[in-house]
């Protein structure tokens, strides 16, 4: 990203000027936000890390913090969109090689994200605050660049899957969790580290994946497992140049989950197609594709029958990756506005100064604290739910919930914060319209935002202990706040008679949410943050606006904590 110096000094212009060089000079622009600390920079990051139990992984994340944020590396973010990925079906000699060609920039994102353990560190580190620290790692990284984060996620997300299948976790986990990125289009045996997708989604179906029609031929068995061929098609793969997918299949006993190579054991290539890549509105430099599967071998992941339960475990850690995700996004967002504004000056003042912007500011700001709050208490949760029943039960609900918040909230925070950058964040030079095309994704894959709420339903309806737990957590916060309060009185009572709930789906889940993140608020940020956050958001006072906060507000204490430094 190049520094652009404004030469705010109109000496230099006139000695420019006297060889009638220049036209003008630049003044009033900001210079670029490079070159900051995205750890130290970041005061409701550090301040979160320390409180969900990972306060011992600080020093490394603010040397992460200062290699992200520096302009070299923030360049890579926009050169990997600027230059989408292309796809080969054929070499020139008419052979069928499925190959996508990504800019070096994806590859040097990958390289970073993997040797930082994004993709593994929980598992092959485990202690506590793992799930934080490494939520906090993927929360700058994301601020980086989100399309690279979608393989990352998936071969994250996949330990737990395949780690039912001892015999395919034997001999993939291993390459699966090695810090080493090798991108090339060769067998699994051939390489150090491997990467790994998903694909579930067909054309008659994505949400409901019973609809799945791809079919699954028993061949036998080898050293990894019961083997099948898979003949079919998926409507969306992403990331097309991972090593193996985790898959779903109609087998004999019913839909069922599948690990397939991309290339076989026997070192020729598994017969998954990619017919073309998708021309996608945002998340631009990861390559989603089509494929089709004429006879693809694959191992059997979990018993027949069982394929949504065992990929779901999958899924869960992917819709977590998503919270994480979006809340980077209004994190940069904000940063990114709150940078400029205190910049620019407009009628005589910076514009963080005047009432109305700081008013807009500190909306932005609220949002994306409460956001991360949220993200981190959620990864605790996860990370203590196999030992502790109350986290588990709590994690089971609070993870769609804040799946389908946060990712809600993002598109409308992008486009705020694009105009308080005026006309040049509507510029495509800008970071703003990465940030705002990027905005909407999240919410769309892994479980649209009505699949979402039906979840929460699910999981109440199946084990009412997640109500309790979701209740007892927000309770920790009771007479902290009286319209936190008032707020959770009337949610419990509308919460007792679930009859309606599917047309009740979005208000109860928009209200279940805002009582988790005002209560995370309320007991973990400085009191000007939770006061207003309970006050703009908890106060019905019908539609508003970014920036319509209530009086009486600390605005510029809110403004100040979250100025990126
Ligand atoms: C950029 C991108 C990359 C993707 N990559 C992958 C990938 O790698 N692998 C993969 O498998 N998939 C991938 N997907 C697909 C994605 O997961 C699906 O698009 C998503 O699950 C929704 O499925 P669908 O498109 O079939 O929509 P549908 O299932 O038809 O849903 C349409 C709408 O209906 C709503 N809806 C569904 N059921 C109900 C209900 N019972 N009540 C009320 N509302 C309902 C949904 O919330 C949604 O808003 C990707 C999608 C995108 C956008």
Request: hydrophobic share 45%; glycine share 8%; with cysteine.
């Amino acid at each position: 990203m190049s520094q652009r110096v404004a030469p705010h000094d109109q000496t230099e212009h006139d000695a420019v000027d006297r060889y009638g060089a220049a036209t003008h000079a630049v003044f009033n622009q900001p210079r670029e936000l490079a070159d900051y600390n995205l750890f130290s920079g970041d005061a409701a990051l550090q301040d979160g890390v320390a409180r969900e139990g990972a306060g011992w992984a600080s020093n490394e994340l603010a040397t992460l913090g200062a290699r992200l944020g520096s302009a070299e590396t923030l360049e890579l973010g926009t050169l990997a969109n600027r230059n989408a990925p292309e796809l080969d079906t054929h070499d020139r000699y008419g052979n069928r090689v499925d190959l996508v060609r990504y800019h070096p920039s994806y590859h040097q994102l990958m390289r970073l994200a993997v040797e930082q353990g994004l993709h593994a560190s929980p598992w092959t580190e485990p202690r506590p605050g793992a799930h934080v620290a490494r939520a906090a790692r993927y929360y700058m990284q994301a601020q980086v660049e989100a399309g690279h984060g979608c393989p990352i996620t998936m071969t994250f997300a996949a330990t737990p899957s395949l780690a039912k299948e001892p015999d395919l976790a034997r001999h993939w986990l291993p390459k699966i969790h090695a810090r080493v990125y090798d991108p090339r289009n060769i067998p699994a045996a051939d390489k150090q580290g491997l990467t790994i997708g998903m694909a579930m989604t067909e054309k008659q179906g994505g949400s409901d994946v019973r609809a799945n029609a791809t079919r699954a031929i028993a061949l036998g068995r080898d050293a990894m497992g019961e083997t099948y061929e898979l003949v079919g098609h998926k409507f969306f793969v992403s990331a097309p140049m991972c090593d193996a997918f985790l898959t779903l299949a109609q087998a004999p006993g019913g839909l069922t989950c599948f690990l397939a190579p991309r290339w076989r054991p026997d070192g020729t290539k598994n017969p998954i197609q990619i017919v073309r890549l998708k021309r996608k509105m945002g998340n631009v430099s990861n390559a989603s594709s089509e494929t089709e599967w004429r006879g693809a071998l694959a191992w059997r992941v979990g018993p027949e029958g069982r394929g949504v339960a065992t990929i779901l475990e999958m899924v869960a850690a992917t819709r977590f990756d998503c919270m994480i995700g979006s809340s980077a996004g209004m994190r940069m967002a904000a940063a990114q506005a709150l940078d400029h504004c205190r910049q620019r000056r407009a009628f005589g003042a910076l514009l963080i100064e005047q009432p109305a912007m700081r008013a807009v500011l500190a909306d932005l700001a609220l949002e994306a604290e409460a956001a991360l709050a949220l993200t981190l208490r959620v990864a605790r949760a996860l990370e203590n739910r196999a030992a502790e029943p109350r986290e588990d039960a709590f994690a089971r609900i609070a993870a769609p919930l804040g799946k389908y918040w946060i990712c809600k909230r993002t598109p409308a925070h992008a486009y705020e914060a694009m105009e308080c950058l005026g006309g040049s964040g509507a510029m495509e030079d800008s970071p703003m319209p990465r940030l705002y095309r990027e905005a909407p994704i999240n919410a769309i894959w892994e479980g649209s935002g009505n699949v979402q709420c039906l979840d929460v339903l699910r999981a109440i309806s199946r084990a009412p202990q997640t109500l309790d737990a979701y209740f007892a957590e927000i309770d920790s916060a009771r007479g902290a706040d009286r319209a936190l309060d008032a707020h959770v009185a009337a949610l419990k009572e509308d919460m007792r008679d679930l009859g309606d709930f599917e047309s009740q789906a979005r208000d109860l889940c928009d209200r279940l949410a805002l009582a988790l993140q005002a209560s995370v608020m309320v007991r973990s940020a400085p009191t000007a943050s939770a006061d207003a956050f309970c006050a703009a958001r908890l106060e019905g006072r019908g539609a508003r606006n970014w920036g319509a906060l209530p009086k009486g507000l600390d605005l510029a204490a809110i403004v100040k904590r979250a100025l990126p430094r």
